[in-house]
């Protein structure tokens, strides 16, 4: 580790017992359900953005989407090694659990050694963090890369030398590239640059806000080819109203089964921290604070799991402020133990509360499972000669470009249907119980339901079909009436 690495995140690289045993805990969690990882939800669409030239990633602006360059690394990844949905998981998977000794070294540097500790114990079965570390999107990384610019930014304002400031201005271009929602970090660092003015001086503050300006214009020109695009759809997505759906973002990406602990937690930790005149005070409440307030204001049209989502990379804050709040609420205990051991009995309690708690189960081990086991479902029923379709779209890269499958848009099956000749027509969908009665007339209708997973899905498969382009015609026709009969019944 080089020498303006050692200022930034303390010394020796070296980790306590506590903080090996989490990173190993933590990495043991994420791949809990190793071989059965699957590709769902936004990760569809990783994969289907990924199948195109690099030069078409850069123009492409489709809802919002702005993590460009992570899509240009995991393309390159997966021309490498494959596109199985355990290896588009890797890059997000070593991000994730390298978050957990770099939260160490940062709260240590910056915060003291115990709360370093119970931090990184936190991020190992953080649910929000396990998620991210298992989802082929740019959130991991996002995470890693805000909290060595934290880091850095605390490094630059003590000490502007010019290797911290290139090194804060390319972290903060990378985490602009890799979602443009990397804005809020900026901003949080600009707003605690205004905080520290008087303490920073007037030379230090403007190095350090250049710095940010330099990463802004950088970012700029790496979005140069969609930047009307980009304009455009901001102008089009103001909401004429504030929407709760903010604020139970906010608190699900805090903690999706203690958020209320982890908030009084954490309201305890920023006083302490800021009565103690810790380093990092000012910038981790910010960090804490800043990001959903400013979705509040601007009226966001996400809902609360998108919004949890772009919050991710403000959970290292919260949970340093949190390990630092439960330390503070040990310390009051009149006991000499417990305040040697405040550590283990904080790590032990919240370590008690997760093993309990069915809905840790679930969003670590069950629902990451759905996907896989409709994919070899589906492998299982196929026979040579079928054609598989799928409804909603998003299903799409889960069975195009897969060789063993015939696979095949349902759009194109009703107004190509000359395009394919089936021995039977295979049908993924969601599950409709309103529409089965319907569509019983034309399909063998197969629920498949992942064992303990919230969601079902139904298996549609026709009988033998002639060859011909009207071979499609009744069974289309069948289904898509089962749709319009259970939108009538609901």
Known sequence: MSAWLRKAFGRPPSLPAVVVLATLAGLGLRLATLPDFSIGGDELWTLKWIQLPPGEILTQFRSGLTMHLYLLLLKAWSSLFGSSPAVLKVPSLVAGVASIPVLYWFGRRWTDEGAAQLAATLAAISPVLIFSSRFARTYAMLTLVALLAMSFVLQASRNPTRKSLATLTVLNFLGLALSLNFAYMLIVQAGFLCLDYSHLGRRTTLRVALSLGLATLLALGFYSQMLDDILAF??????????????????????????????????????????????????????????????????????????????IPTLPAWLLLTAIGARRLISIVPHRAAKRHSVAIAAGLLLVAHAVHPRFRYDVLVAPMATSTLQAKVVERFEPGDVVSFFPRVYEPLFVGNPRLNAVPLEHLIFEPSSAQPARLLIVTARLAEARGTWSRHFEIEEVAPPGYKQAFDLLISHRLESGSEAFVDPLRTYLQGWIDAAQIR
């Open 234 to 311: 901001g102008a089009e997505h103001r909401i004429p109203r504030y929407r709760p759906h903010i604020i139970v973002g906010s608190l699900a990406q805090i903690h999706p089964l203690f958020p209320g602990v982890f908030v009084m937690l954490s309201v305890l930790g920023a006083l302490h921290a800021w009565r103690r005149g810790l380093p990092a005070a000012k910038l981790l409440t910010l960090c804490a604070i800043l990001p959903p307030v400013l979705y509040l204001l601007q009226r966001s049209p996400l809902g609360d799991s998108s919004i949890s989502r772009y919050l």
